[in-house]
């Protein structure tokens, strides 16, 4: 369910995803679109029909309830829950929806064990924590997880993922080895035991910049939006040209004359110190535009930067449009303006947004992708 009492709009381009997704397959034939969290707001099921059409075998969503959801919208595809089972609908779901779902301690094996020798058999994911120390078997348990496979034929090892932490600093290639030497001693052993499995460890960062993790197949998520997860690091030009598919916009509502020494929005926290003209426009933090871009951020009007002025409110955001103005164009009640993307050339990357917001493009997508969407 999408953000439904405001006029934001959030037009996503499924070519520029498709186009992202391409320049990976060139490298690599087993492409994974990670998808969850709804495609960082892009839309599960749109993008989840859009790289099946790319030819993707497999889809990566994040809890299991995400898998059943993609797999209720038709997908036929192999579906992998990054995040496991968690309860008894996702224990379930393994068999009534057919997700494949990484297991990452023992107990969740004996349960699924348990269960198969009701529903029949099933095959699982392995997560191994090299190094993130969130979820997955540790290294040392490996023999262990080998001799619960040989007494439970009926649960069946096809893949084993581990995720890299710090792929994306040039400074730590040693953290990133480390991580990669773990998980190849944890494939080896499952192979030399006779499991056949798909082995994955990159995301985007490792995709790009770290071929030794490459394996058999990539989780590739910020990278298919169009973000160059290295983009402020030596080691940018690494990434093919991408393409960032979520424009936002929000309309201007009305525009009025702020004269030297009047303030604007709650507190007065901005005083114009000459005469300006200032567009009023329809979105705010209550639909998940952060109340931190206060005095910080910029919206694009008609191809120009629009600066944030005084506190951003629940629904509405003041921008300085006097510059624009003074361009000779005209801003009127109807007008959209642009909180990411946009025309050019004040075209608003979502490394810019992320920039004045504090935080990272995956998070800005997340939050402006719950609003409503249209695809182009
Ligand atoms: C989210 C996620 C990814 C994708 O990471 P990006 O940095 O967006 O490419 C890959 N693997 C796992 C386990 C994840 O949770």
Known sequence: MSIQYNKIQVQVSLENLRHNYRVFRSTCDNVIPVIKSDAYGHGLIEVGQAMEQEGAETLAVG???????????????????????????????????????????????????????ERGEVRVGLKFDTGMRRLGFRPEDVPEVIEFFRSNPKVVPVMATSHLALADEPENVAAVNGQAEKFQTAVDALRGAGFEIE????NSAGSIAHERCHYDSLRLGIALYGCNPLHDTEWAGRCGELRPAM???APVMHVHCLKKGESVSYGWTYTADHDLTVAV????????????????????IKGHRAPILGRICMQMTMVDVTGIMGEGLDVRPGDRAWLLGGPGPGTITPEDLAGWWETITYEVFCLLGMNRRQYK
């Not at 809890?63 to 595809?77: D, P, T, W, Y």
């Not at 992998?80 to 990484?102: E, K, M, Y």
């Not at 082995?199 to 990159?202: D, K």
């Not at 426009?281 to 694009?300: E, K, P």
Request: aromatic share 10%; charged share 25%.
């Open 281 to 300: 426009v329809g979105v705010g933090y209550a639909d998940n535009y952060s109340r931190s871009l206060s005095n910080t951020g910029y919206m694009n």
């Open 63 to 117: 809890f299991v309830n995400e898998a059943v959801l993609l797999r209720e919208s038709g997908c036929e595809k192999r579906i992998f829950a990054l995040l496991g089972p968690v309860d008894d609908a996702d224990f379930a779901a393994l068999w009534d929806h057919d997700i494949l779902a990484a297991m990452g301690r023992f107990d969740q094996l004996e349960r699924v064990a348990q269960m198969a020798e």
């Open 247 to 249: 424009d936002v916009s």
């Open 199 to 202: 082995a994955n460890l990159s």
